[in-house]
């Protein structure tokens, strides 16, 4: 609890009196929703809470390398310019109604869910994949990376991911060839764990350790 509390209490002061857009990111099956929910609980302040899950390109993009391409996944998985454009811009220049998931990956259409009425002070905070990739990086106020190791992201993905891929075969099949090289990837090309202000070790959720905690400065949008 004294971590979520101590994110907690930093996110409140993110942005001054202005609005702040917090990242929580980190590899598959991280732990990254569940913090960033038992974070937003705690704040003493307007919350918008979003995905990048809800910014996935459409099917045919995503896969335009192929089922197993690691570099597939970490360029083509998403919509950045429409994350960009629809939400971020948008919330971060004062906007009162944003975007907050304009696409469903499962049905492979449009969904749009809209937030209104934002208040001037409220905070921003998106959980998911690649999100201090050097495209979204300048955006974040406060930018937080869950780390785990690649066998316990596997371990949580065959639980979590079963009833969709169907075994165990099929998860372990499309984490090893796909999201944990993508995440090699990643973290070779884009080095998160640098640009992170705060770096958490949840290997074990109930034990979360932090590695490394710095003071964010305002980023220049």
Same mark, same amino acid.
């Given at each position: 609890?004294?971590?979520?509390?101590?994110?907690?209490?930093?996110?409140?002061? %993110?942005?001054?009196?202005?609005?702040?857009?917090?990242?929580?990111?980190?590899?598959?099956?991280?732990?990254?929703?569940?913090?960033?929910? $038992?974070?937003?609980?705690?704040?003493?302040?307007?919350?918008?809470?979003?995905?990048?899950?809800?910014?996935?390109?459409? @099917?045919?993009? $995503?896969?335009?390398?192929?089922?197993?391409?690691?570099?597939?996944?970490?360029?083509?998985?998403? *919509?950045?310019? =429409?994350?960009?454009? $629809?939400?971020?811009?948008?919330?971060?220049?004062?906007?009162? *109604?944003?975007?907050?998931?304009?696409?469903?990956?499962?049905?492979?259409?449009?969904?749009?869910?809209?937030?209104?009425?934002?208040?001037? *002070?409220?905070?921003?905070?998106? *959980?998911?994949?690649?999100?201090?990739?050097?495209?979204?990086?300048?955006?974040?106020?406060?930018?937080?990376?869950?780390?785990?190791?690649?066998?316990?992201?596997?371990?949580? %993905?065959? $639980?979590?991911?079963?009833?969709?891929? =169907?075994?165990?075969?099929?998860?372990?099949?499309?984490? @090893?060839?796909?999201?944990?090289? %993508?995440?090699?990837?990643?973290?070779?090309?884009?080095?998160?764990?640098? %640009?992170?202000?705060?770096?958490?070790?949840?290997?074990?959720?109930?034990?979360?350790?932090?590695?490394?905690?710095?003071?964010?400065?305002?980023?220049?949008?």
């Amino acid at each position: 609890m004294t971590l979520v509390a101590d994110l907690a209490a930093a996110v409140e002061t %993110a942005g001054g009196h202005g609005r702040a857009l917090v990242a929580v990111d980190g590899p598959d099956a991280a732990g990254k929703t569940t913090l960033a929910d $038992r974070v937003a609980a705690l704040v003493d302040r307007p919350v918008v809470r979003a995905s990048i899950d809800g910014f996935h390109a459409p @099917r045919a993009v $995503r896969l335009r390398r192929g089922d197993l391409s690691p570099e597939g996944c970490y360029r083509d998985s998403f *919509d950045l310019a =429409g994350l960009q454009d $629809r939400l971020l811009a948008p919330f971060a220049h004062g906007a009162a *109604d944003v975007d907050v998931d304009v696409f469903d990956h499962r049905s492979d259409r449009a969904a749009r869910v809209r937030v209104e009425d934002v208040p001037t *002070d409220t905070v921003l905070l998106v *959980d998911g994949v690649f999100l201090l990739r050097p495209e979204l990086r300048r955006w974040w106020t406060f930018r937080v990376y869950v780390h785990v190791p690649e066998e316990m992201t596997l371990a949580r %993905a065959v $639980r979590r991911d079963l009833p969709v891929l =169907g075994s165990v075969q099929a998860v372990e099949e499309r984490y @090893r060839g796909r999201y944990l090289p %993508a995440q090699v990837l990643y973290r070779t090309e884009a080095r998160p764990l640098e %640009a992170a202000h705060v770096v958490v070790d949840n290997g074990d959720p109930a034990a979360a350790e932090v590695l490394r905690w710095s003071p964010p400065a305002e980023p220049a949008r």
